[in-house]
């Protein structure tokens, strides 16, 4: 939230106006509220009015979640055409030129209804009428992989091994691990409640984990929206791994009025494998032909590829836009979603050298420019996402964490038997270690990289 020491970007309401606070109910992995899934982590917890984390083991209403002292000030501040702070991440999106989260939302659910909201607010921001229309559910921590920029909160398959590979620093109390390990919300609380509570104003419901594909109440809420006759009223959207594609769950999706799949995929063949391990490049290569197939079939709406921008993937996110490109794939949309990476700084483009840097701008720029890419739709969210994640980059000069970029490298390989050099070639080759000056590769070998 925006203090009274700080100076919040001013503007009109339309400026700064996002759906969410409104008609929005994100539960993270962990059980607890959140204004949503992509403001600042630590200032998005929904707070009640004695200061404490809301939670889903509460069974709180609509009313107490949406008219949350939080949710309130969030709404009064976009309402005074200010920035809360916790949405940093979508003012330097939209800052960059590219689609924020704000955007997406706005064009999927406002239809029009943003004057009745604003009427509907009490100066103080707590609503009259409180509706949960988007429920955003984190089903707990189970997953099938240890991606490499993840953790144990998202993946409990971590919880033995993650300190141990963690940088000087960077690893987190024992007491901790331990508790989000054993911390599965959705063995604990009712989550065909959770729907049932809301399900005469739900409009869309996200999906995502752990890996939600795998997770069996998600299918219990599926099937409680199904018996309750709402189903085809309401969008089903996904953020998956996509190594999985069970039956039973795509057996379901026609019952609902579409299905909208954001598809993790971190680069192609090998790239992909390393950071999201042990995932095959074959799975998912399979999978999304399936979704392609099926498109019409499975009631599929959108389909398309996310992309965590890292250092492990930031020189070969132009092989996955090939791939894309070459697939001859009908519906899946052949040019990916990039999304910067926050933490672990380590992770972080910002901490690249500048050659480093000056060659993955070069690489995506060409890509944006390539002529085949200007042709294919979806062309200028590509364009503002890759300006967006550039910036983000340049933001900030954080080259010191590098050292500790190497230490996970070796720690992770020597854990799970993998070699960074060998399946990022590119990088290696660009990427000097650090005993070695940084320089950018020679010219023959930028000449290499951009050749098709």
Known sequence: MTSESETPVQGTVKDTFCVIPWMHRFTDEQGYNKLCCVADWETSFLLDESGNRMNVSQMLTDEQVLNSPSAKEVRVQMMRGEWPATCERCRQFEEA???SNRHHFNSRFDKGRAPEWLADTAPDGTLGHPVVRYMDIRLGNVCNLTCRMCGPGASRL????????QPEGFSISQAELVHIGQNNWVKRESVDALIGQNIEGIESMHFAGGEPLIIPEMVQALEACVASGRAGEIDLSYNTNLTVLPEKVTSLWPHFRNVNLLCSVDG??????YIRRPSKWADIDRNLKLID????????RSAALSLTAQIYNILTINELVEYLRTSGMKHVRLLPHLVPLFTPKYLSIQALPQAVKKLARQKLEAEVDRP??????YHHYFAGAVASTLAYMDEADTSDDLPAFFEFCKKSDKAFGDSWEKALPELASALPDRGRAWSIPSLPLIGQLFAR
């Not at 971590?158 to 590979?165: D, E």
């Not at 085949?372 to 739709?377: F, G, T, V």
């Open 372 to 377: 085949q890419a200007r042709e294919l739709e």
């Open 293 to 300: 197939d099926h498109f019409e079939e499975w009631k599929i």
């Open 97 to 99: 030129g590219g689609t």
């Open 158 to 165: 971590w919880t033995p091994i993650y300190n141990k590979v």
């Open 268 to 273: 192609f063949g090998s790239v992909t494998e």
